[in-house]
């Protein structure tokens, strides 16, 4: 060890003494400050707290935009009229609403309420009303005198520019609610400003909100403004670029119209949502613009359920889809082979129960791709006898039936049910019969599935047996254009079939729309691959809902090689898939893939896209 | 760790005491800062401060029985673990930094740039330990700012400012102690002026915004600023004897910004007025004058400059936050040590002062 110190050195120590008194003339220093403040001029500073008359009021930053994947703008911000009261400068809040309410022709009990929710803050003005027409701010200019602590401001307001276009995928933003201020994630927020709701405009909420500045001012005995001490200028918030395609998504809605149920496409070799439909719809403008206590008892007790996110939440029987599952169950049990073959008389008996066929006279004899290409049901129970329930829960699970896709979005999503004897026996505590696994060979009985979950099947049978987590945000960007956050494919896994097995399937699929019941969805110059369905409405549904027409599916993807698009189509009670669901997927893929509308193209055939 | 009768009774209690009256006094503050608060969770943050002194008191004895000297052998260690954080919290902050609120959903965040506080005294005062023969030459004092340099960079990066700044006053101040003649701080300013313009074009542009914006309010001239007039408001309307904990209409108002954080000294002027704010500095004295003593009688310059060095932290800390709630200086984000809402500080703090009793505890022996 080497020689002990008994001090660093006497110079370290001397300074160290000298900075003990640098620390004592600091301290006293400041107590110096406070007996200045509190005693010198204490009484000045209490008369000060007491007429406080400085005011802090937020100044919201805008939103950042929206746009799609090739940077049009699908959601901006328009400047519009917000009236705002101080608390701190109301006399009497019940005449101060009745006054404020004369003017803006609202509930003045309503009014009250806000002002007394934001008494706990009195020196922020609270907002009583959004979206002031133009005559009311002359009013309201013009009876200033008798309005104390009234104030008008230019704020941004959401604008969604297609109105309900896509509005479930974006969703809505409104006032933060008095339910979300009493929870912690919310800590930070005021009464009165805005958030996402739901959709995209939630789940990126912190990239879009942007960072609020504030403005201090000075006001009079009655609130008004004397001047402006200081303002913090806000900060927008970054843009969303989408992986929605609006030329997409504007065909589809387009075809779609008029029609209940969902289209999501999808590009199948990364998971990204190209199109998402959910018919009916609502518009995000009015939750924006603060929606009517109407109009939100009319959302959510109409029947058709237009704020429910369908792709993502509805759950339907499969139909004829599912043939695609129990042709791979088949052929990867080795229960199936291309040349399998049975006949079709146009029904099917099994012990005393007959099963029929959708073609009254039957489909004759005929092998696995004819079969699939005429979705020939008579085939398909035979086939699911042959193939056994477990192999096609198997399959449905490996591609993603059953389970959440794990997207991220807001709201419950459905998962699904893939119905297995055991499951049958523990739920309904019934055993299961042969009867079930024909009905379920047809996707039919106890099988739901979400439009989400089928399309991202879709998606891995034609990109060769990925499944992606479906995704929709590529890029969160400032306004300069870079890049603050980017997002790339979710592989979620490989589908544990042969390469062999999942060609089969595509070939099928090719049939079905070249030469079977898709053909309403053949594209001039793109080899399409499809499968039609058709879901039976059971008699519970119907009575519920009143409608008895089956909904009709359709999946499809293009193009044949090299796929660039997957889609599903589900058109709720309008009849058979192969007739009203086909054509909505065409529009779609057209849009994409086919001739400019309204004029001829000379040479548009298959290499003319690239 | 090493533990006997002898260190037991060798416990400074003025340090252990003053700093757990402070800790107490923060609570019972944010608690009553937050008393007509309408949001339930900002009424119950002072058990969730209560929670972080906890953490922090425990932090405080562990420092206080490990050898210092076992600190000093891994004194480049952690500090190269702590710049590592700092790094990855830049990077993969990045990514995360709009959406911070939305990550970290009323969770604790961890902040390295607290720590780096005190990886920065360790890992200066390593140094000067392994050059004492030479301590004073002018040269030695160039690496140090190299080293404190990168760290800085990368606060100012998240945009922290007022760290940034606390860790330059640090090193200047451990460097003051060792020898730093006032024409090598000019040479020091002038060499950080000429680097200022390289460190801004590593911001990106809506970082730069940030700052500037961050920068604002220094630069009003008014003086007119909010936050400076309403604490000056807070702060002398509690008068001689105070208004109570509950009378306090400033703060109890919400005019108050970041009543329980930054600005709560003005919270407890306008509490306990003139007599309040006086057994505060009080205690802070105490604290500190009792600190530099241990700093002076260690037997070892890693010792005397661990102890000084702390004690920097905290009367800078103190000062600046102090003459912000009094208005006589720019509003820079600092929290006042010990009293501030905040986990990651406060257990900072309380680290570092038992790693000062550790020096005193082992005065005598090796």
Redesign the interface.
């Known amino acids: ?1 080497s020689r ?6 006497p ?3 001397g ?3 000298r ?2 008194l640098l ?2 003339v ?2 006293l220093l ?2 110096m ?3 200045y ?3 010198l ?6 008369t ?3 007429h ?1 008359r ?1 005011r ?1 009021r937020l100044v919201e930053a805008p939103r950042g935009f929206i746009l799609d994947r090739s940077g049009a703008v699908i959601v901006e911000n328009r400047p519009s009229f917000s009236v705002y009261v101080t608390p ?1 400068d109301i006399p009497d809040v019940d005449e101060a609403a009745r006054a404020i309410g004369a003017v803006l022709r609202q509930a003045p009990e309503e009014i009250a309420a806000r002002i007394r ?1 934001g008494q ?5 003005p609270v907002l009583v009303a959004r979206e002031v027409s133009e005559p009311t701010m002359v009013a309201i200019e013009e009876r200033k005198m008798n309005l104390p602590g009234v104030s008008v401001r230019v704020q941004p307001t959401r604008a969604y520019l297609d109105g309900d276009v896509a509005a479930h995928l974006l969703g809505y933003v409104s006032e933060v609610t008095q339910e979300q ?5 919310y ?2 927020f005021q009464s009165g400003e805005t958030v996402g709701q739901t959709g995209v405009e939630r789940l ?4 879009v909100r942007g960072i609020n500045g ?1 403005e ?1 001012i000075e006001v009079d005995a009655r609130g008004r403004l004397v001047r402006f ?2 303002r ?2 806000p ?1 927008s918030g ?1 843009n969303l670029v989408l992986t929605l395609d609006a030329k997409l998504q504007h065909a589809a809605e387009k075809a779609f119209a008029g029609k209940r149920g969902a289209v999501v496409a999808m590009h199948p070799q990364t998971g990204e949502i190209l199109a998402w439909v959910s018919r009916p719809s609502y518009d995000p403008n009015l939750f924006a613009q603060r929606l009517s206590r109407e109009s939100w008892e009319k959302l959510i007790t109409d029947p058709a359920h237009p704020l429910q996110n369908r792709p993502l939440q509805a759950q339907y029987a499969p139909g004829s889809i599912l043939k695609l599952v129990v042709m791979a169950a088949g052929l990867d049990t080795g229960a199936l082979t291309p040349g399998t073959t049975f006949a079709c008389p146009g029904y099917f008996t099994l012990g005393a129960v007959t099963f029929d066929d959708w073609e009254k006279g039957g489909h004759g004899r005929q092998d696995l791709m004819q079969a699939v290409a005429h979705s020939c049901n008579v085939y398909f129970y035979q086939a699911a006898l042959k193939t056994g329930i477990d192999a096609i829960a198997r399959v449905a699970r490996e591609f993603g039936l059953g389970q959440k896709t794990g997207i991220a979005a807001v709201g419950d999503e459905a998962a699904g049910l893939v119905p297995t004897p055991a499951w049958k026996r523990s739920v309904l505590g019934e055993s299961w019969y042969p009867g079930d696994t024909v009905i379920t060979g047809i996707g039919q009985g106890m099988i739901l599935v979400t439009p989400l979950q089928i399309v991202t099947m879709v998606a891995a049978i034609a990109n060769g047996g990925t499944l992606h987590r479906p995704w929709m945000v590529k890029r ?1 960007e ?3 254009g ?1 890049v ?2 980017a997002y790339g494919p979710e592989p979620v896994r490989r589908v544990n079939l042969s390469p062999q097995v999942l060609e089969l399937l595509r070939q099928g699929m090719l049939g079905v729309v070249e030469d079977g019941t898709g053909k309403a969805a053949r594209v001039r110059g793109v080899q399409v691959a499809g499968k039609t369905g058709t879901a039976q409405v059971v008699r519970k549904e119907a009575r519920i809902s009143g409608q008895t027409k089956d909904h009709g599916w359709f999946v499809a993807f293009a193009p044949y090689t090299d796929p660039e698009i997957a889609i599903v189509v589900i058109a709720e009670n309008a009849g058979f898939g192969g007739v009203v669901a086909a054509p909505v997927a065409r529009a779609v893929l057209e849009a994409a893939f086919g001739p400019p509308r309204g004029r001829e193209t000379v040479a548009q055939g298959p290499g003319a896209r690239e | 760790m090493y533990l006997d009768r002898r260190m037991l009774a060798n416990i400074d209690w003025r340090i252990a005491g003053t700093t757990l009256a402070l800790i107490g006094v923060g609570i019972l503050t944010i608690w009553s800062a937050n008393l ?7 009424q119950t943050l002072y058990l969730r401060q209560a929670l972080y002194a906890a953490l922090a008191l425990l932090g405080l004895l562990t420092a206080t029985f490990i050898n210092y000297r076992t600190i000093a052998r891994f004194a480049y260690v952690i500090f190269g673990v702590v710049l590592a954080l700092l790094i990855l919290v830049s990077v993969a902050g ?2 995360g ?7 970290q ?2 969770g604790w965040t961890f902040q390295p740039s607290e720590f780096m506080k005190l990886a920065l005294i360790v890992v200066l005062a390593r140094y000067f330990e392994d050059h ?1 023969e030479r ?1 004073g030459h002018p040269r030695l004092l160039v690496i140090p700012a190299m080293v404190a340099l990168p760290p800085m960079v990368l606060i100012l990066k998240q945009p922290d400012l007022g760290t940034a700044v606390l860790l330059g006053l640090l090193t200047v101040s451990v460097l ?4 730093l003649r006032v024409k090598h701080l000019v040479f020091l300013t002038a060499a950080g002026a000429t680097m200022a313009p390289l460190l801004w074009s590593f911001l ?3 970082q730069r ?2 700052v500037l ?1 961050f920068l ?2 220094e630069l ?1 001239p ?1 003086g ?3 936050h400076i ?2 604490s ?9 004897f105070g208004k109570g904990l509950k009378a306090a ?2 703060s109890q ?3 108050l ?1 970041a009543s329980q954080t930054d600005f709560i000294l003005a919270v407890l ?2 509490q306990w ?2 007599i309040g ?2 057994v505060i ?1 009080l205690l ?2 105490v604290l ?2 009792r600190g ?2 241990i ?7 890693f010792g ?1 400059l661990l102890a ?1 060095g702390i004690m ?1 932290m905290i ?1 800078v800390q103190l ?1 600046v936050n ?2 912000m709630v ?3 200086m720019p509003v820079v984000g600092i929290p006042l040590p010990l009293l501030s809402y905040g986990g990651s500080s406060l257990v900072v703090t309380c680290i570092g002062i038992g790693l000062v009793m550790s020096v005193h505890l082992r005065r005598f022996l ?1």
């Open positions: 060890m002990p110190w008994f001090s660093p050195t110079v370290i120590q300074r160290i003494h900075t003990t620390v004592t600091a301290l400041l107590l400050r406070f007996w403040l509190q005693i001029e204490g009484r000045y500073y209490a000060l707290s007491i406080n400085l802090l701190a929710a706990a803050r009195p020196a922020y201020l009493y929870r912690d994630e800590r930070d990126f909420d912190a990239f504030r201090e001490l200081d913090l200028e900060q970054f969160v400032s306004w300069g870079e603050v956050a | 007509g608060s309408p949001s339930p969770p900002r990045e990514v930094r709009g959406a911070q609120r939305w990550i959903v009323g004492k301590l003051l102690l060792v020898g990106k542009d809506y915004r940030r914006v604002n309010p009003d008014s007119a600023g909010y007039a309403q000056k408001i807070a702060v002398g309307s509690g008068e001689f209409s400033q108002l919400h005019f910004p002027a306008e007025g003139f704010c006086l500095l802070y004295y500190i004058t530099l003593e700093a002076g009688e260690s037997k070892d310059i005397a000084f920097a009367t000062v102090v003459g009094v208005g006589i090796y």
